[in-house]
């Protein structure tokens, strides 16, 4: 009797566990967040010219490169890249694999130029409150609640970026700033565009020219994401 007791004790046990089991398994499995990262430009979109050798479409891959690198370790986060080579990508094809994908995210990586030599940094753009807003009013009660959440995650992960990124270009950071991004047309995914580094600007083309350098803004992307996400 008590032999049997004893088996049966440990065949519920068995169940018991597998079922808790199970039921993490469950839980991890619904907690993957899909994450579309865009390296700007490609192919015969060369993007800004960096140096005589190198545009922006080379190193905004390289960039992204790593930090797919970076982030395949985490289980919570699946990534999905625009492009893994160096191919045409109009904002109809991106909007594409947007829809098709429905990601939690799109992050959207640049090399910036302009405003004169001196301007150099980082920038960061969100989704506008746009054609949203009625009568073109941003008015927050004017919007949807998709549309408010929308623009609330692409803040705080903006927020995140800027503070990592502060570590590589010191004092840099030139701000969040609004506008809305073509290729996320008629999808209410949460959107980034970073603009990593001026190629206008010599320190900073060195920086983005550098493996080193490349690696760290990466990194300092990964950190962002994953702490979003924890
Ligand atoms: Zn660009």
Not at 67 to 95: F, G
Not at 169 to 180: H, I, N, S, V, W
Request: net charge positive; charged share 25%.
């Amino acid at each position: 009797m008590f032999k049997n007791l004893k088996i049966i004790l440990l065949i519920s046990a068995f169940i018991g566990a597998s079922f808790f089991c199970g039921v993490n398994n469950l839980f991890a499995a619904a907690n993957v967040y899909t994450i579309i990262i865009h390296p700007a430009h490609g192919g015969t979109d060369t993007g800004i010219k960096v140096t005589d050798k190198k545009n922006e479409k080379t190193i905004t891959l390289a960039i992204v490169h790593e930090l797919q690198k970076e982030l395949s370790r985490e289980s919570n986060i699946k990534v999905i890249l625009t492009r893994d080579s160096d191919t045409d990508m109009s904002a109809e094809k991106i909007n594409k694999i947007v829809r098709e994908n429905k990601p939690d995210f799109f992050i959207s990586i640049h090399i910036n130029k302009g405003f004169g030599k001196h301007a150099s940094g980082f920038e960061l753009y969100y989704p506008g409150f746009g054609k949203d807003a009625v009568g073109g009013k941003k008015e927050i009660k004017d919007l949807s609640n998709e549309k408010i959440n929308q623009i609330n995650k692409s803040v705080r992960m903006a927020q995140l970026i800027q503070r990592n990124l502060d570590l590589i270009f010191t004092r840099k950071g030139r701000g969040l700033r609004e506008a809305d991004n073509p290729q996320m047309e008629g999808l209410s995914v949460p959107t980034l565009i970073v603009e990593i580094g001026f190629a206008s600007n010599s320190d900073d083309r060195k920086k983005v020219l550098s493996e080193k350098t490349q690696k760290e803004i990466a990194l300092a992307l990964a950190k962002s994401i994953k702490s979003f996400y924890r």
